[in-house]
T-cell receptor, first 114, second 113 residues
């Protein structure tokens, strides 16, 4: 059973398009995250949701909008895609009520904007 | 602000030799430290963590890490490297609110046979 899953695995699209990435976790965790890994492999937090509520929103363009329909899902919608949005996006989850604990990561979605 | 530094972009080691991947941290308050590994075209896998307690932390796949408060370090170690250990290794620190991990830039480990 996949603990944290993301779809799609690969996403190739044109500049200016709108796209979504979906994430689901079956671990029963209360907190979910989106991270961006750039071409130099640097990882940075984008958003953090706890029990469907946004708790972290780093300096991310407002073209990026996370949506959490329930505790097990956190989707990432991106409007008006730009070349610089090309990256690998990772979803993660953790049980934050247990304190500062490890996060479990999905396999990533490689977004290529042409 | 919390941060971690991984001073080496790449570490090369021969199979069977011990390996060390370095990490230093800067935090205000208690450090919550993690190591993750990323294989090519894969997600991050959790290896081990230090929250409190013993300075030597044992993790998955035979890895361990030593927490050193005076040197603000959390180096990853393994007594005998395997070719299959070749991957990208990330050190991370949890922010105090527990809402994010702050990652180092990563160290590529290459184990030769």
């Amino acid at each position: 059973d996949t603990a944290v899953s993301q779809t799609p695995k690969y996403l190739v699209t044109q500049m200016g398009n709108d796209k979504s990435i979906k994430c689901e976790q079956n671990l029963g965790h209360d907190t979910m995250y989106w991270y961006k890994q750039d071409s130099k492999k640097f990882l940075k937090i984008m958003f953090s949701y706890n029990n469907k509520e946004l708790i972290i929103n780093e300096t991310v363009p407002n073209r990026f909008s996370p949506k959490s329909p329930d505790k097990a899902h956190l989707n990432l919608h991106i409007n008006s895609l730009e070349l610089g949005d090309s990256a690998v996006y990772f979803c993660a989850s953790s049980q934050r009520t247990s304190g500062v604990v490890e996060q479990f990561f999905g396999p990533g979605t490689r977004l290529t904007v042409l | 602000a919390q941060s971690v530094a991984q001073p080496e972009d790449q570490v090369n080691v021969a199979e069977g030799n011990p390996l060390t991947v370095k990490c230093t941290y800067s935090v205000s308050g208690n450090p919550y430290l993690f190591w993750y590994v990323q294989y090519p075209n894969r997600g991050l896998q959790f290896l081990l963590k230090y929250i409190t307690g013993d300075n030597l932390v044992k993790g998955s796949y035979g890895f361990e890490a030593e927490f050193n408060k005076s040197q603000t370090s959390f180096h990853l170690k393994k007594p005998s490297a395997l070719v299959s250990d070749s991957a990208l290794y990330f050190c991370a620190v949890g922010n105090q609110a527990g809402t994010a991990l702050i990652f180092g830039k990563g160290t590529t480990l290459s184990v030769s046979s």
